[in-house]
């Protein structure tokens, strides 16, 4: 068995993000910028990890472990005298049983775990003890240049800032990936020196002892997904260029998806949903198959079953909403609520750790705060849970197919029976018993005669 490791490079500050937060840890569609390079690692066929951390490390070793656990080591570089001083470090904690190392990028998050599995597949082809990626650009500024024999094949990587001007020209370049066999790797590291323009130890010198030493194995690929994240201009145009290309992956899957809809990474979508325009969908939020998001919903955790119907400019955070319900427009679910089987929740709704139950509503203008409304209920328009007494908040329960008159306020704790009614207006501050009607308003009195009489005495005389 061929263990393999990844080494994956982040110590460097990012200076040019102009940021506290450490680079790898800027979010790219919904997680860490490292995450991406991570999972791609993994989804290679890497069996460990290794992230050589430097700048801001606790904080990303917090991030990373939090989502990946053991299966991601740290070794720490202190001085960032280079990515072969970068690698060097990360050796200390590749496994010895891992006789293939993959090296890759944190600031990477665009490359997918296809590349880096035929780059593996190149170098195996090849028998040569390293492989890279190499990539066409039209501006090849900043980036090492590949250079060749006579013969075409690889012979070392000229960084820019050591370029003669006819290398200059060169416009295939390395994107930093690549796969070396762990004895050539650990041999070769220790060869290479920091004379040249930066005075740092470059990772790209072990191309050259590899094209002496059973040459180099080659991927091309194309530059868009190889391109890192330097500062905030590029992480959006990256974020932009990997919500597109999650949204087309929804729609091959068999999704209608609107155009510019913001899909995070770990969010999860059935077959036969349907997206409209401006919808942003983060986090770990789930869309059952038959189901409508239409324009400009925002979903953060959502879990949301099938053929529901999210009307528009509906917004949803860390919520339930089961198969067939309703939702909107302007409808607001905050956090811990449950919208079950075919209830509904109209415009201008507000529920917050409220459970709806099946077939229920709310259809327009209503507070449901800390409430458990049981099936077939009915909640008017304007009804409030008067759930918080400044210092605690308390439940409000609606048994089955109790019917609350609009404008009411129920002033929590409070049950309201089943099949009973609360007329409208109503202040209920006590318990309302099964089949009963509770009315709790002030009594209406009509004075007859007074328009007229008010009339009389304050319109102008003439
Ligand atoms: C490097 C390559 C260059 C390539 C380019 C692609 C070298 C010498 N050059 O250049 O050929 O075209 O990437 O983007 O390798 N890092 C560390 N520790 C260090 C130095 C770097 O962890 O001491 C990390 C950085 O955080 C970054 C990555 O390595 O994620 C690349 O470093 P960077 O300084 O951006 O390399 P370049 O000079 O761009
Ligand atoms: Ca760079």
Known sequence: MNGRCTIILAAGQGTRMKSALPKVLHRVAGVAMVHWSIEAALAAGSDDVVLVVGHGREAVAEAVTARFGERVRFAVQTEQRGTA?????????????????LITYGDVPCVPAEALRQLIEARARS?????????????????????????????AIREHKDCSPDERA???????LYVAGREFLAGSLGKIGSTNAQGEFYLTDLVEIAASAGGVGELAWEPISLRGVNDRAELAATEAYLWQRIADGHRRAGSTVAPGVCIDRDVTIEAGVTI?????????????SGTTVDAGCVLEDASIGRDVLLKPYTLVTRCEVHEGAQLGPFAHLRPESVVEAGAHVGNFVELKKTRLGKGAKANHLAYLGDGVVGPKANIGAGTIFCNYDGFRKH?????EGAFIGSNSSLVAPVTIGKNSYVGSGSVVTRDVPEDALAIGRAKQENKEGYGKRLRERFAPKR
């Open 395 to 399: 439940v409000t329960t609606i048994e």
């Open 85 to 101: 001083d970068a690698v060097r470090a990360g050796m200390t904690e590749v496994p010895a049983t891992a006789t293939e190392v």
């Open 276 to 288: 409209g325009p401006n919808v942003v969908l983060r986090g770990a939020t789930s869309l059952g």
């Open 170 to 176: 060169v416009r295939c370049v390395n994107p930093g």
């Open 127 to 155: 028998g040569a003890p390293l492989a890279m990626i190499t990539t066409e650009v039209s501006d090849p500024t900043g980036y090492g240049r590949v250079l060749r024999d006579e013969a075409g094949a690889i012979r």
